[in-house]
């Protein structure tokens, strides 16, 4: 299976910074990545998909980047709401597999 | 609106068997892959299990494969999951998930998920 990891495995930071996440492949996975965010007690919901597809509705400070086996999260300007466990899944091929996650605390 | 609702989780021993159950409703669930992912108490996301629109493609984790079993009533707009040999580590919030149109294995949808603990 393909192992992803996620770095940092958490964070803080203020309200109006720039954040960045990274997901590395233990192998090329082309661009077939997707980034999930986890508020506290609740379902994960889709941000972005296709390593840098912004997911309907989801706000234009959330980006993504990356191809092969390196791939970043950045969120522009941090907002209150962001506090959330963040989440990167290959869909590469099967089995699907999480990175470990990245949780994100707001100052 | 997309809306999952998931049922059938419990307390169940070690080795035993549960079922899971998904009704699905503000889609055309016949066109939609489907997803089962877990989250173990205080861990990250595990997908579980997929199945195809039409039911002709499974797919499983490593870790449920020859004792979870993934299946679809499209007539019913429902998702199942059959879990046998449960282990203590099967213990977990285990959510139904859509796949994003004409996107397999991107998840748009999700349920608030059903608990399942695994324990003597």
């Known amino acids: 299976a393909i192992q992803m990891t996620q770095s940092p495995s958490s964070l803080s930071a203020s309200v109006g910074d720039r954040v960045t996440i990274t997901c590395r492949a233990s192998?090329?996975?082309?661009?077939?990545l997707g980034w999930y965010r986890q508020k506290p007690g609740k379902a994960p919901e889709l941000l972005i998909y296709?390593?840098?597809i912004l997911q309907s509705g989801v706000p234009s400070r959330f980006s993504g980047s990356g191809a092969g086996t390196d791939f970043t999260l950045t969120i522009s300007s941090l907002q209150p709401d962001d506090s959330a466990t963040y989440y990167c899944?290959?869909?590469?091929?099967?089995?699907?597999?999480f990175g470990g996650g990245t949780k994100l605390e707001i100052k | 609106q997309v809306q999952l609702v998931e049922s059938g989780g419990g307390v169940v021993q070690p080795g035993g068997s549960l079922g899971l159950s998904c009704a699905a409703s503000?889609?055309?669930?016949?066109?939609?892959?489907m997803n089962w992912v877990r989250q173990a108490p205080g861990k990250g996301l595990e997908w579980v299990a997929y199945?195809?629109?039409?039911?002709?493609?499974?797919k499983y984790s490593d870790s449920v494969k020859g004792r979870f079993t993934i299946s679809r009533d499209n007539s019913k707009n429902a998702l199942h999951l059959q879990m046998s040999s449960l282990r203590e580590d099967d213990t977990a919030l285990y959510y139904c998930?859509?796949?994003?149109?004409?996107?397999?294995?991107?998840?748009?949808?999700w349920g608030q998920g059903t608990r399942v603990v695994v324990s003597s």
């Open positions: 998930v859509r796949d994003l149109p004409r996107e397999e294995a991107r998840f748009d949808s």
């Open positions: 503000g889609f055309i669930f016949s066109s939609s892959g």
């Open positions: 199945i195809r629109y039409d039911g002709g493609k499974e």
């Open positions: 192998q090329d996975i082309r661009d077939d």
């Open positions: 296709a390593a840098s």
């Open positions: 899944l290959q869909d590469y091929s099967y089995p699907l597999t």
